[in-house]
């Protein structure tokens, strides 16, 4: 049983990757602040779990603490490596990933995005554990002029975010030459990950006031909000609004543990991938299919276009398939009864 170490991991694409990595046999250390997650994410992963894995609780375990803290990373390596537990490999999901927060506070980004990163790499290579997967964003690509995009399109962010995203893929493309015969890098740039898992167990889950389009949608549909704002609709798209590649979180789970089995199974490299459906939908096709699936009503505004946002970004998906032999398989509509399911169960959790 092989051990790896998942920062991030109660997190909103954290957590569902922990699901798939234990039901594929792997043994999870998480590593969260839980500033922007909670504890009882633990307890619901188990939960979802326990009916076909009896030891669940025995294969995950949750350490608290901040990735910028050097003395406290490390702390978590050897404690592992005493116990005769050293990590076979690391998914890294910890970090700050609003557009519009990362332009407000760049400096708090650069922390934890780069800072944070750079740390656990340090950490890593010291206790010898040399794969590593890394939560990317397609927000690197910036306002692409062609879509879909493709991994080698250019690399032009045009928001915090994405420059902290695309600074730290040149530094593990610049630390691998260094450690060219172990390093085995999997670069993950996902699109616009949507959705839950279909127990409702687990979900989207933003402290504070969310800025993702699916918590603010679910807001819409249980009535919390009482219309839903779209940035924009003259855009030069066929209805005036922003074109995305909306894929499943599940979707996003698998591919992460497609890409470290690849690495475990594949010589030293960086291998850098695009995880999306390959298909292009309206903001304002989002919102109407997520009515039409769950049901309900609400009021729709356009507002003022928003800064950092771009007309259209679909993911070239063709490298992920052939090198992963990953296929994306949830519909539109299945992330919008998954993404509502999930918010519903939450808000009868608070009712009771």
Not at 74 to 83: L, Q
Request: with cysteine; hydrophobic share 35%.
């Amino acid at each position: 049983m092989k051990n790896i170490l998942i920062t991030g991991g109660t997190g909103f694409i954290g957590s569902h990757t922990c699901i798939e990595l234990i039901k594929k046999g792997y043994k999870l250390t998480i590593l969260d602040s839980l500033v922007n997650s909670k504890k009882e994410t633990i307890n619901l992963i188990k939960k979802i779990l326990e009916k076909d894995i009896s030891n669940v609780s025995e294969n995950i375990e949750l350490k608290v603490g901040d990735i910028r803290d050097f003395n406290f990373v490390e702390k978590v390596f050897r404690s592992n490596k005493k116990n005769h537990q050293q990590f076979d490999g690391v998914i890294h999901f910890c970090g700050l990933k609003s557009v519009n927060d990362s332009i407000k506070n760049p400096i708090e980004y650069w922390d934890v995005n780069v800072l944070g990163t750079i740390n656990l790499v340090k950490v890593m290579i010291k206790y010898e554990c040399f794969s590593l997967v890394f939560s990317s964003s397609a927000t690197v690509y910036g306002n692409p002029k062609k879509n879909p995009i493709k991994e080698d399109s250019n690399i032009y962010p045009i928001s915090t975010y994405g420059l902290t995203k695309s600074a730290t893929e040149s530094f593990l493309f610049d630390i691998q030459k260094q450690y060219s015969c172990k390093l085995r890098i999997a670069i993950l740039r996902y699109f616009n990950p949507v959705g839950a898992h279909d127990s409702g167990l687990i979900g989207e889950w933003p402290l504070g006031t969310p800025n993702n389009i699916f918590p603010l949608l679910n807001y819409a549909g249980i009535g919390i909000n009482k219309t839903f704002q779209i940035y924009g609709n003259d855009w030069p798209t066929k209805d005036g609004t922003c074109i995305r590649d909306y894929v499943h979180v599940m979707d996003i789970a698998t591919g992460h543990v497609s890409a470290l089995n690849y690495l475990f199974s594949n010589e030293a490299q960086v291998l850098t991938l695009n995880l999306g459906t390959g298909k292009g939908t309206s903001v304002l096709e989002l919102v109407k299919t997520f009515q039409i699936v769950n049901k309900v009503r609400f009021k729709i505004d356009f507002i003022e276009r928003r800064e950092g946002d771009i007309v259209e970004a679909v993911a070239d998906n063709l490298l992920a398939k052939e090198k992963l032999n990953w296929q994306p398989k949830k519909s539109i509509q299945d992330m919008c009864r998954d993404g509502y399911k999930w918010q519903k169960n939450l808000l009868l959790k608070k009712e009771n």
